[in-house]
């Protein structure tokens, strides 16, 4: 079955710098692959998602990038603010009828200190 | 408001009662998901529907039970041939048919005692 990995599995950057998360895939048909926020005591909410056939894409300061040759994507947050500390999330799915049925990595503790 | 609700926000059993969570949408969507949250870990798949009356395991089903009667709803049992049950658990659907985006519910932390 399709494993994620995930890295680092802390980050913590001062108000203004840039994040970037990592994610790697291993099932080659995986061609969804969303990133979700989560915050403390709550449920997951998706932030920003790829599909296989584009290699990147940008909502305001969020972008996430995708490389099917190396299966690896990234998630980069340009100017960070302090709401921006949450835990997050890498995945993949195989799409079909089931976008939903999700692999998750490890997340990332990423604290944006004011 | 349209989204998933999940109940209770907390629950607590002795050990060896099965518990049902409650996972209900009114997003009109075809699919529902269940997954399970340790501390400090990513979450995993441990059933999802697709369409009424249809089920499949996920990743970690042993020790858990669903049913999907009707649309809107896809409750969790708890059994307790799960040895480890003590976790956050979190309903998701999404449209199916294609269409991507899965929705989460709040969760449901499950203390086994």
């Known amino acids: 079955g399709e494993n994620v990995e995930q890295h680092p599995s802390t980050l913590s950057v001062q108000e203004g710098d840039s994040a970037v998360i990592k994610c790697t895939y291993s099932?080659?048909?995986?061609?969804?692959f969303p990133w979700y926020k989560q915050e403390l005591g709550k449920g997951p909410q998706l932030i920003i998602d790829?599909?296989?056939?584009?290699g990147e894409k940008k909502d305001q300061r969020i972008a996430v990038t995708l490389n099917k040759t190396a299966k690896h994507f990234s998630l980069h947050i340009t100017e960070t603010q302090p709401e921006d500390s949450a835990v997050y999330f890498c995945a993949a799915s195989t799409g079909g009828t089931s976008y939903g049925k999700l692999t998750f990595g490890q997340g990332t503790i990423l604290t944006v200190h004011p | 408001d349209g989204g998933i609700t999940q109940s209770p926000k907390y629950l607590f059993r002795k050990e060896g009662q099965n518990v049902t969570l409650s996972c209900e949408q009114n997003l009109n969507h075809d699919a529902m998901y269940w997954y399970r949250q340790d501390p400090g870990q990513g979450l995993r798949l441990i059933y999802y529907s697709q369409i009424v009356n249809d089920f499949q395991k996920g990743d970690i089903a042993e020790g858990y039970s669903v049913s999907r009667e009707k649309k809107e709803s896809f409750p969790l049992t708890v059994t307790s041939a799960q040895k480890n049950p003590t976790a956050f658990y979190l309903c998701?659907?999404?449209?199916?048919?294609?269409?991507?985006?899965?929705?989460f519910g709040q969760g449901t932390r499950l203390t086994v005692v």
């Open positions: 790829i599909r296989s056939n584009v």
């Open positions: 099932d080659s048909a995986s061609n969804y």
């Open positions: 998701a659907s999404s449209m199916g048919q294609g269409k991507t985006e899965a929705f």
